[in-house]
């Protein structure tokens, strides 16, 4: 597999398909013909495609159909191919019920003191109005990954693989707070995980450190994004300013609490300073308050 520039492949192209898929633009002709040069300029713009009623129709009627089986709007892959003469075959590669969260019941949050709470956040989560216990807490601290050699970034993805599986079927709440995008093909960005490696996590919460570049971004053509709809993982991504929607976001909360890391996956040494893992328990309870119809969580120690 290879990258093609787009102006390499539209040489290559029969007139009739490029009449589907680009479009003249006139404007920069016209200046070119003013400066005395014939030049061609195309962009891809698929204009053809969706002018082409009968395929908008059979597209309309396909997610209809399926929406209707489902019960659910439908995420689908497919492919089109077209013949010379108009014709064309649509092939549907995949396709998934797209669940959706609905409007809850308001959740009392209650006043906790501003040095036990380990982020306030409005606006910027997605989930139900919510009261979490949070049994567990894996900390990916950002600066150490982002020190970390590159070509081995994606050894910290399977201690947190290794970290989902050791709590499966225990009962617990895990959160996992990571910097960045968390489920990213690079790992610039975040941490390359994917969704079996937290199949097993209720909160997933992604943190700016704008210093170094993280910036979370949950992307919603994934399938992670899909994964985490239908699993109804709680997810929330705390910024760096008050302004972006977050009130609190407190890196040290967990300065003075133990990692079990090493009592999990004894090959872990290594990471011991990247990925840290807090458990909790009655005796100090980590809650996750969430108000849908207010836009507001609060994640900290209450009584």
């Known amino acids: 597999m290879r990258d093609v520039s787009v102006n390499d492949l539209i040489r290559e192209l029969p007139d009739w398909y490029l009449r589907l898929i680009c479009e003249h633009d006139y404007d920069t002709e016209r200046m070119f013909f003013e400066r005395g040069q014939r030049r061609e300029v195309l962009f891809v713009s698929c204009d053809g495609i969706v002018k082409k009623k009968e395929l908008m129709k059979m597209m309309k009627d396909i997610l209809s159909t399926l929406e209707e089986h489902y019960g ?56 139900n109005s919510a009261k979490l216990n949070i049994d567990v807490v894996v900390w990916i601290d ?38 960045g995008r968390i489920g990213t093909s690079s790992p610039d960005l975040g941490v390359p995980v994917v969704f079996s490696d937290i199949s097993n996590f209720k909160i997933l ?8 570049g993280f910036v979370p971004e949950l992307s919603y053509g994934s399938h992670m994004f899909q994964d985490i709809v239908e699993t109804e993982m709680f997810y929330v991504a705390a910024m760096d300013t008050e302004q972006s929607g977050t009130e609190i976001f407190n890196k ?7 990692s079990v890391l090493q009592h999990i996956a004894s090959d872990a040494e290594s990471f011991a300073d990247i990925i840290k893992v807090y458990e909790f328990d009655v005796s100090k309870s980590l809650n996750l308050f969430a108000d849908f119809k207010k836009r507001t969580v609060i994640c900290g120690i209450s009584s």
């Open 72 to 127: 659910n709007p439908v995420d689908m892959e497919y492919t089109i191919n077209f013949r010379k003469d108009g014709a064309f075959t649509v092939n549907i590669l995949q396709c998934r019920p797209m669940s959706v969260w609905q409007s809850a019941a308001s959740q009392d949050i209650p006043s906790i003191e501003e040095d036990k709470i380990f982020f306030k956040v409005n606006q910027t989560f997605m989930g």
């Open 142 to 179: 950002s600066k150490k990954y982002h020190g970390y050699a590159y070509n081995q970034k994606s050894s910290i993805c399977s201690i947190v693989s290794k970290i989902n599986k050791y709590y499966e079927g225990k009962n617990k709440k895990l959160m996992l707070v990571s910097p």
């Open 205 to 212: 919460c992604e943190y700016a450190d704008t210093e170094i």
């Open 252 to 258: 040290e909360f967990f300065k003075n609490e133990v």
